[in-house]
């Protein structure tokens, strides 16, 4: 994103230096952004504040970051540096929407507290669209018991997940999300570790067969979604009319 003016004070005080950056103006973009900072004079210790609202990038940049649009974002955050390093990070970010060829996403939030080398986070969006003809898709198509959806899009509403841990271990959590087409709510929980892999669950709630169960393994890049094994065998072992809770 080129920034071809920006307003800039410094001020040397005690030893430290403090700034600001200020009147951002966006090559083929728009918003306002300022950006705050203290340190010593060798800049191995201080902090950073970065605040902006309304800002919409250049298409290019877009683009590049999505695939397609990306709508005004505000975000707040603060970080603490010390001996050179990222102590603290805390953050927010919002988006009013997202859109690539195969995913189209509303008022996304993302909130990023990391001290050290621990990460809690959690990530919202009030609704999400998947294309039906996609590669993505073809993970939640198992889930729905292979129906057949005649609609270009699937609608997910009301998405959020948790996240926490470190750059060897992520644990998710609390994740749910509705489908309106199906009237079913899918939840989930797991991890990822740099050695094991992925290891969760999935569960799909119908309103007429409650509580299918699937198992996530793999990776982050070919992640495997099979049945539970202890769910079929609660299936093949329940008694007939009685549904399964």
Known sequence: QQVPVVKMQIEKKNGRLSGMFSDFSFFQGRGEANASFNFDKKFQEGTVQLQAKGLMLAP?????????????????????????????????????SIESQDVKAENIKLSLNYVGSDLKSTVSAKKVLVSTSCKKFEHLRPM??????????????????????????????????????????ISSEGSWQNSFGINGWISVDFPAMKLLRWEVSGDLSSPRVLPSSQWLKDLVTEKPGKKKN
């Open 144 to 185: 729905l018991l292979d129906k057949v959806i005649s609609e270009p899009w699937i609608t997910l509403s009301g998405f959020t997940v948790h996240v926490d841990g470190n750059k060897e271990k992520l644990n998710w959590s609390k994740g749910v999300v509705y489908i309106p087409q199906e009237k079913a709510t």
């Open 60 to 96: 290019n940049v877009q683009e590049l970051l999505v695939g397609n649009r990306l709508g005004p974002l505000e975000a707040f955050g603060k970080i603490k540096v010390s001996n050179r390093r990222f102590e603290i990070f805390k953050g927010d970010l919002g988006l009013e």
